[in-house]
């Protein structure tokens, strides 16, 4: 089994900083591409950044400049900074991973349970 759990979310004013990590254990053999999703009441979950294995990252328009994904290949965890955060960023936060596991030969994507950032104004 794979497990992908978050951390780091809460409660901060706006202009703040979180940093969000999320951890995959479990029977895992490559992790290729990891990335973070963010859900807010009433809307669509959206896309908001995603690494490769090599590093290249990928944002949505409205987290570039602010928002900085990260990833440590060794210890299978993929980070999110998230600063000058604004009540729009209000969202639960979860993470993915696109992964091969030790029993398959297929690459699947796993999700972690998700994580509320909620931002004051």
């Known amino acids: 089994q794979v497990h992908l759990v978050e951390s780091g979310g809460g409660l901060v004013q706006a202009g703040g900083s979180l940093r969000l990590s999320c951890a995959a254990s479990?029977?895992?053999?490559?992790?290729?591409?990891m990335g973070w999703h963010r859900q807010a009441p009433g809307k669509q979950r959206e896309l908001v950044a995603t690494?490769?294995?090599?590093?290249?990252?990928n944002y949505i328009d409205s987290v570039k400049g602010r928002f900085t994904i990260s990833r440590d290949n060794a210890e299978n965890t993929v980070y999110l900074q998230m600063n000058s955060l604004g009540p729009e960023d209000t969202a639960v936060y979860s993470c993915?991973?696109?992964?091969?596991?030790?029993?398959?030969?297929?690459?699947?994507?796993?999700w972690g349970q998700g994580t509320q950032v909620t931002v004051s104004s």
């Open positions: 993915n991973a696109n992964l091969q596991t030790t029993y398959g030969w297929m690459y699947m994507n796993y």
């Open positions: 479990g029977s895992i053999r490559r992790i290729n591409t």
């Open positions: 690494i490769t294995s090599d590093g290249n990252t």
